[in-house]
């Protein structure tokens, strides 16, 4: 494959992938585990801890347009995603 065909295929990877994750987002719940949103998501990019609570972004860091990030509460249930 040549190189000009390669970067015409990076963003449309790119945006395959960012609405994988979306599409993941709608068989979440609140109140699920770690565990089974692992199971659902995959293991996150990112992970951040904020007192008790903790968040798992997806896509590089929540840093990208596109990316998830589920927020888990006190006693590690999913509490929202956005």
């Known amino acids: 494959m040549n190189f000009k065909k390669v970067i015409l295929l990076l963003p449309v990877l790119f945006l395959i ?3 994988n994750h979306k599409r993941l987002t709608n068989a979440l719940a609140p109140g699920m585990t770690k565990e089974e949103v692992v199971r659902i998501m995959g ?3 990112y992970k951040k801890i904020d007192g008790k609570k903790e968040r798992y972004c997806y896509q590089k860091e ?3 347009e596109g990316g998830v990030q589920i927020q888990f509460d006190e ?4 509490q929202e995603t956005w």
């Open 43 to 45: 293991n996150p990019d």
């Open 17 to 19: 992938a960012c609405t």
């Open 62 to 64: 929540c840093r990208y």
């Open 75 to 78: 006693n590690g249930l999913l």
